[in-house]
């Protein structure tokens, strides 16, 4: 089983998903997972978000903006600090903007934003968008 996961991890994007709302968190997983295109993580304690990182080494990082213990920027700051994670896209998720205002290209500290809560569709367009793989072709 581990075997076929590693072996999954190496051929499909890797998502790393940092939110404090288990919830969102979990649905977002398994949503991401489920499309059968992605592998992805979910970190509930932004404090672990580093050492999440470090081990599952994502093509993508989802970040809620506004967290009790470490917020968003925090995070992103401490990711693109890293020399292994330097360069890995970041997209921002927050309740704080609407869908129309985040159509404008709005940014965060130079990131992506997608408003929460964001539809499958959503979601997966902006996964799509922000991936590396994705963005060079």
Request: charged share 25%; aromatic share 6%.
């Amino acid at each position: 089983m581990n075997e076929q996961i590693a072996n999954e991890s190496n051929e499909k994007p890797r998502i790393l998903i940092v939110d404090n709302n288990s919830r969102f968190a979990r649905g977002a997983r398994l949503f991401l997972h489920r499309t059968g295109k992605y592998v992805a993580c979910s970190v509930i304690d932004p404090r672990r978000a580093l050492e999440s990182a470090r081990s599952f080494k994502p093509d993508l990082v989802l970040v809620d903006l506004i967290m009790p213990q470490e917020d968003g920027p925090e995070v992103a700051a401490q990711l693109e600090a890293d020399w292994a994670l330097h360069g890995v896209p970041i997209v921002f998720l927050t309740s704080l903007i609407t869908a129309e205002e985040a159509k404008d290209g709005r940014r965060v500290y130079g990131h992506r934003i997608l408003p929460k809560p964001a539809s499958s569709s959503e979601l997966i367009e902006l996964v799509d968008q922000n991936l590396p793989c994705c963005t060079e072709a």
